[in-house]
């Protein structure tokens, strides 16, 4: 019994045929945690950059070392050329990703998150409902201060009015009263202590 070998052209002609399938198997999610991690190693890399640029000295009079000039520059030329290889990486994930997603309709955050018993059109009405509920306990709140404010400002007035009036009413009768015992002081000479004395008296007693 003898069996056939199989070619190395048939399978190096299957390799990228199954390389172009698995490809095309990357679903959008996938293409978006790789570009975020793209991301990611664009960060580090240009804070690396940022970190050998600033531990650079400039030959201003310092001792100059060739050899650690030239390792710093070639890791900064290393950096600068794996910046640029990721950017073209993270190009080509947008790319791809705005094509899996050029037959879709953009669908609002809110839509996605799951209620239990609860569709989206009655999401819709109870937010609407929670924000004009809002909106009038927030009108009303402010008409019950402003209201409360005039209340407060007429009180007061009405307090100073109460204070002057009080303060009038003692003068007047602090005047009455000091009028009425000058009169019945000098009537006492001639008559003894009567009404004049007696009201006299009974103001200081009021008083």
Same mark, same amino acid.
């Given at each position: $019994?003898? &069996?056939?070998?199989?070619?190395? &052209?048939? $399978?190096?002609?299957?390799?990228? /045929?199954?390389?172009?399938? /698995? ?6 999610? !996938? ?14 890399? &240009? ?28 890791? %900064? ?26 037959? %879709? ?14 569709? !989206? ?9 929670? &924000?004009?509920? /809002? ?9 019950? !201060? ?12 009405? $307090? ?48």
């Amino acid at each position: $019994m003898t &069996t056939t070998p199989v070619s190395g &052209t048939c $399978m190096s002609s299957q390799f990228p /045929a199954q390389q172009a399938q /698995a490809a095309r198997d990357v679903n959008t999610a !996938s293409l978006c945690r790789i570009g975020q991690e793209t991301v990611q190693d664009i960060v580090l890399r &240009t804070m690396e950059i940022f970190q050998l640029l600033r531990n650079m000295q400039l030959p201003n009079g310092v001792t100059y070392h060739p050899t650690t000039h030239q390792d710093r520059l070639g890791k %900064l030329q290393e950096h600068l050329r794996m910046l640029g290889v990721l950017f073209r990486k993270l190009r080509l994930v947008y790319d791809k990703c705005i094509e899996n997603c050029a037959g %879709l309709d953009p669908v609002p955050p809110e839509q996605l998150i799951p209620y239990v018993e609860d569709d !989206s059109s009655k999401l819709d009405e109870r937010s609407a409902g929670q &924000t004009h509920s /809002a909106s009038e306990e927030r009108r009303e709140v402010l008409e019950v !201060s402003k209201k409360l404010k005039q209340k407060n400002q007429q009180l007061k007035q009405i $307090m100073d009015q109460l204070r002057n009036l009080i303060w009038e009413i003692n003068s007047m009768l602090a005047s009455l009263g000091t009028s009425e015992c000058r009169n019945a002081a000098r009537g006492r000479a001639q008559s003894p202590l009567g009404t004049s004395g007696e009201k006299c008296k009974r103001r200081k007693t009021i008083t």
